[in-house]
């Protein structure tokens, strides 16, 4: 069994910063690409960003310079630095991961969601 745990998020002002992580634990057997995505109110979840484990980066057009997303293979986690928040930015952020587990299959998962409200 795999898991996405998902930290970080909340309220923030228009212009300030937050930090989500997430940590994927379970039955890993390889890790291959991490991502964010957010579903804004009333629209379809969409791309934040994307990390393969090479450390290749992959951003929405939204979010292109203001948020940065990186990783620990070692402690498999995914991280997403987002500056200079807008109020809309606010929405429930997912953690995704591609993973193959000791059974050989792979599949994506998917975190919870944290909420991110950006006031402005």
């Known amino acids: 069994q795999v898991q996405l745990m998902e930290s970080g998020g909340g309220l923030q002002q228009a212009g300030e910063s937050l930090r989500l992580s997430c940590a994927a634990s379970?039955?890993?057997?390889?890790?291959?690409?991490m991502g964010w995505y957010r579903q804004l109110p009333g629209k379809q979840r969409e791309l934040v960003a994307t990390i393969v484990s090479t450390g290749t980066t992959h951003y929405g057009d939204d979010v292109k310079g203001r948020f940065t997303i990186s990783r620990d293979n070692a402690e498999k986690t995914a991280t997403l630095q987002m500056n200079s928040l807008k109020p809309e930015d606010t929405g429930v952020y997912y953690c995704?991961?591609?993973?193959?587990?000791?059974?050989?299959?792979?599949?994506?998962?998917w975190g919870q969601g944290t909420q991110v409200t950006v006031s402005s």
């Open positions: 995704n991961a591609q993973i193959t587990t000791y059974s050989a299959r792979t599949s994506d998962y």
């Open positions: 379970g039955e890993i057997f390889k890790l291959h690409t």
